[in-house]
Each structure stands twice: as C-alpha cells, then as structure tokens.
C-alpha cells in the first residue's frame, strides 16, 4: 500500500478543488492501493469531513498560517501586526508557523509517507525534504510581480519562492508557454527551472447529465446579458460585491443585462429583478415574461453554470486563475477583471495584452471594457478562438502520472 500526504492550503477554494480533481486523477492512474492523508483548517477542513465522512481519521486539522481577514479581502496591516502580536483570535505569526509545523512533523513522523503533494503549503516542502521524501508542490504563483506600492513584502516573496524551491518537482498548473495565463506571476529563478513542469489547467471533468431545462434556464434563453461572478472566501467574495454594485449604479448599466453568482450555497439569494424596479422570484419573473435586468443565483447547478456560460457573452471575474482559465480556455469568452489582488492584477493583464479580456481597476473602466468587447467581439473572438485550441485542460491527469512515475523510481 502506497502512503500519499495531501496538504491543501486553506485560503480560498482554488487549491481545494485542484486537490480533489487531482486525488480523483491519482485513484484511476496508480493501480496500487493507496492510503491517502489529507490536512487543512477552516472551510478547507470542513469540506473534506463532509466530502470523506468515512475517512475522518485520515484528515487532519493543522493551522496553517493565513492573511487575516479584512472587510475587503486580506488586511495587510493586520496581517503585519499579527507576524509579532496576537490579533483577531490569531496568536502572533511566528507562534503559528512554530505551532503549525511542530503539528505538521507529528504527522510526517508517524504517518511515513511515500510522497506528498503539496498545493500552497510551503511548510511541508521543508518537512518532505528534510527527510528525503519526493513531493510535488502544486500552484500558479512563484514570485508574483507586485502592484499598489507593496515593493516592502518582496523578501517575503524571495523566503516563500526559496522553501517552494525544495519540493522536487513544482507543477505549474496552467498551460505551457506562450499561452501560461499566470505568466507574470512565476518568475522562475535559474535554480528552480528545471524543477518546472507546465501541467496545465485543472478543469472540471465532470460529465454534466442532461437533466430537465430549470426555471432558471428557460428565463435567460433568448436573452444578451453577461455573467458575473463571486468567488474566493467571504471577504473576497463581499469585496468583489460591492465592487459589482458601485457599477450597477452607473448610467450605462441600466439596461446591461446581468446574471450574479454569488458562490453561497443560499436559496434566499435567488431573485430577478424586473425593468419595472420590482423583484420577483425565478418562477414568478418566468411565468410572468417579466422584462429582467439582473438575477442574482445564490448557487448555481453545474449545468445551470454551464448553460450561462455559453449563452453568456462576456464575463466578469475577480481575476482567480481558476475562474478564468475555466471562461477563456474552455468556453472561449472574454473576460472583465476586476482585481482584489496583485495575483489577480497579474492574471488579468496577461490575458488583456492578449486581447483575451480587459483589466478594470475602477468602476468607470468596467462601463467602458463592457463597450469595447462589444464593438470589437470578433477580434476577441478570433483571440480566443486560438487560446482555447492551445489551452491544456487535463492537468491533474498530468499530475498523477508524474505522481505515479515518481513512486515507480521509488520502487
């Protein structure tokens, strides 16, 4: 029996379903009976109880260090009080890191694994490669390029691109170049590149059954709007509401036809709001052939999501790597982002030098960017048309084969 350490870092849920997609991939591509480990906190950590509830003793909640959370996205001034001082029932920094890998190397020494796949957890890079352990270090970041005057977090960047260094292999989850979307967010230094493999793009394989057409879905038919998306943990996903809402208050925006997922799994979120000012529910605005300018979706189905990304005609994100290579690559549709991070920022400007979609820093620029991908569609068409036959979809089967390769070379 083959032993596997899977350490998700919890924030947001981009490493979450990169794991879970990667773990299905490694199940079909190692043949050998595996016991696998999982370790996270929060969200990430109640998402494995709920997805494994027969495997409770091989999840473990071991805290992880994260940003502290701001009313927008991360605090950077908490964060920065927290390294020396408690603050928002977080110990101070240092107390955490020494906490965390104190609990992380308890696991290691007992569990004795044969590999370990790390998706944003440095930490157990260090402990894998104390011991002579292969791992795999899973992301789309290495040395982000930063924004916003934030030039003072560079030697973090330097101390957290060195201890990703020590994994054995880094899987860039994205395409190869010239088409890697997280392009201005890898920086690879001389001692890394040859550590680098692009696997590609953890897109959803799962297969969408045809079920009956839903409300939601005979209301949007017919219809030109676009589709905007919530995503990332809650202060993310509030900070890129009310960015959305600043713009649905513009003059422009009053007959912009749009559709909001919200990522919350909340029926009271579910309404459409008619030309009349009036909201209704799904069923009320369908039967009535109301006249609708917005419907917010708490969560949609995978084939509601899939519905609205094809009829949809542009999209608006946040700029999370997932999110996006999800619209561009594997529905081929421009995107509008609106950043909450330098990640983002980097993300969103690659993908606008491509003329694949627009970077919109305040709420002006999002009226406009809407304007321009609709005079010149076919041209971001055209661009997207070329993107998407390069986009490489399959990356957590990638992965399991080089997890698989590396525990044969281990025989």
Known sequence: MLKIGEFIYPWGSGHYSRMMRLNDALSIEIKDELDVHFSSKDHVYEKLLKKFPNKKEKIHEILMPTPIDGKFGPSISKSLINILL???????????????LREER????????????NDG????????NNRNIPSLFVTNQFRPKLYN????????????AKQINKATKILVADSPPPYTMCEFNLNFTKESEHKVIYVGHFSSNKII????TTDLEKLVKNNNFGYWMRTGNKSTNDATGQRYEEVFQQNEMRNEKRIISHARNESSIDSVLGIDGKKY?????????????????GFLSEQEKDTILNLSKYAVVNGSHTVMGEIMG??????IGIPIYDEHTNNIKWAEEKNLGILAIKTKHVVKAISKIKENYDDFEDNLKEFSRNFVPNGAENSAKIA???LEEKR
């Open 209 to 212: 059954q045809n079920s009956p």
């Open 281 to 297: 529910s799904i069923l009320d605005a369908l039967e009535k052939k109301i006249d609708w300018i917005q419907i917010d979706i």
């Open 86 to 100: 408690p603050i928002a029932n977080n110990p101070s920094l240092i107390k955490q890191i020494i906490n965390y």
């Open 106 to 117: 308890k696991l290691y020494n007992k569990e004795k694994f044969d590999l370990v796949i």
């Open 149 to 160: 005057s934030r030039s003072y977090l560079y030697p973090s960047l330097i101390f957290i």
């Open 330 to 335: 594997g529905k081929s549709k421009p995107i």
């Open 404 to 406: 698989s390769e590396i």
């Open 121 to 128: 957890d440095m930490g157990s890079n260090i402990l894998a």
